[in-house]
């Protein structure tokens, strides 16, 4: 089928790549001159394990192209996705929807014959019905259908997430839609991924409620640590003994410093808002999201508790700034609420992440950073480990001991384990254990 992705961030280009390499022939728009040269030349403007290959092999086999103009490509195409962002107003947390309703404008402009409009980007309930009065006030002539189909992709496994789905969710009760959608996703259809067809508002409204909880199970372990610090327990058998419960699951109960990302923050504030305005306020979802933003915080407390209560003057090595490992995206990353007040209080940082420096040299101006992390770890009185890279796993215990000044890792992953940390002398703090 001819698809039209308008967005080419981690969501468009993510889909659209995946839709060309089932086969479909995909254009992919966005205003961004830069990126779209970018792309054109096999540059990927984000990091995503899998994706720069997966771009160039349907790029060579025509079948993946990008523009900036979504002219032709909106009326040529079966259907158009829309992919862009919907960040969280500032103040208030609702979804911004300025971009979404400004893509609608520019369908509802150059539409012809029979086209499934569909809104990939997370977006409150109602918008789909927005967007179709949009489009129809407009163009009252024109056939077309509106149709929801939000994306489920974790950032650094958003290639499989697409590819393997646990469901597909389709919301519309328009029969010619049902048979384009089934067609868009028959490669996967074929591979009993199960597809979910419901109404447009029930669609928007599974993807946040799936977000958000997910958010809550994240925050019930993390509120776990905190008092199995304090009765001595370990939050990781807490996890395994929960988790092999089946109504519970083994997943999503790794205890850490919060959450943060593109989604979760975003997602849990604007449902909250849709549900005060629709006055059934979601009262766990508004706890979760406040003890989240408290946690971040706490954390820097814990590090300088764990260096006796001062930090003035200490070099602290810091291991990890995205806001979780196999990405480079730092938004509401811990890391950007934990290093400011370790600033503050005097401490001296330097810090080293794979793939999110360039992000991290935007967002915390100032902060020193390392090409490795023994250039970090070298001479700092303590290691502070934030985002749980695989290569953090795995370090030579021997050599960081060697090269730090100190004894002090403070472990927010739980990546190491104590009793292996005790026998290298290290005073080693982790998370709930
Ligand atoms: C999430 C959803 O998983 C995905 O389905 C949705 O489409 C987008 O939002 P993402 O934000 O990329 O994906 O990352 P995810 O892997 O879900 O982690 C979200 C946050 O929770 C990260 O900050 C991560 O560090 C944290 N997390 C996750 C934990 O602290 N513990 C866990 O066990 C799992």
């Not at 024109?142 to 597909?168: M, Q, T, Y």
Request: aromatic residues 8%.
């Amino acid at each position: 089928m001819r698809i039209t992705m308008i967005g080419t961030g981690y969501v468009g280009l993510v889909s659209g790549a995946c839709f060309a390499d089932f086969g479909h022939v995909v254009t992919c728009v966005d205003k961004d001159t830069s990126k779209i040269e970018k792309l054109n030349h096999g540059e990927i403007p984000i990091y995503e394990p899998g994706l720069e290959r997966l771009v160039r092999n349907n790029v060579e086999a025509e079948r993946l192209f990008f523009t900036t103009d979504s002219k032709a490509p909106i009326a040529n195409a079966d259907v158009v996705f829309i992919a862009v962002g919907t960040p969280s107003r500032r103040g208030d947390g609702h979804a911004d929807l300025q971009y979404v309703y400004a893509v609608a404008e520019e369908i509802a402009a150059c539409i012809s014959g029979f086209t499934v409009i569909v809104t990939k980007s997370t977006v409150p309930v109602g918008t789909g019905d927005e967007i179709e009065a949009i489009i129809r006030k407009l163009r009252p002539d024109a056939e077309f259908e509106v149709v929801s189909n939000p994306e489920f992709l974790r950032e650094g496994a958003a290639i499989k997430d697409f590819k393997i789905p646990d469901r597909i969710v389709v919301g519309t009760e328009d029969e010619r839609a049902k048979e384009i959608m089934r067609e868009v996703y028959r490669p996967l259809f074929l591979k009993e991924s199960p597809i979910v067809f419901t109404s447009r508002r029930t669609s928007e409204l599974i993807k946040y409620a799936g977000n958000a909880f997910l958010a809550v199970k994240i925050t019930f372990i993390n509120e776990m640590a905190d008092l199995c610090e304090k009765v001595g327990a370990n939050v990781q058998e807490v996890a395994r003994g929960i988790g092999l419960d089946g109504r519970i699951g083994p997943k999503f109960l790794n205890a850490g410093p919060g959450y943060g990302g593109s989604c979760f923050p975003k997602d849990t504030k604007a449902l909250s808002k849709t549900a005060q305005d629709y006055g059934a306020p979601v009262n766990i979802v508004d706890t979760v999201i406040r003890v989240n933003d408290a946690r971040k915080k706490a954390m820097a407390h814990k590090i300088i508790a764990g260096l006796g209560g001062e930090v003035k003057g200490k070099r602290i090595a810091i291991l990890g700034l995205a806001f979780k490992q196999n990405t480079d995206d730092m938004r509401d990353a811990p890391s950007l609420s934990i290093l400011p007040i370790l600033r503050e209080a005097g401490a001296d940082l330097i810090a080293f992440d794979p793939e999110a420096h360039h992000e991290a040299a935007k967002l915390l101006p100032g902060l020193a950073l390392a090409e490795t992390p023994w250039a970090a770890i070298e001479g700092a009185d303590a290691m502070v480990i934030i985002t749980e890279w695989d290569q953090f796993r795995a370090l030579d215990l021997n050599r960081v001991k060697s090269s730090l000044k100190g004894r002090t890792v403070i472990d927010l992953r739980n990546i190491y384990r104590p009793e292996d940390m005790q026998k290298h002398g290290f005073d080693y703090i982790s998370i709930g254990r």
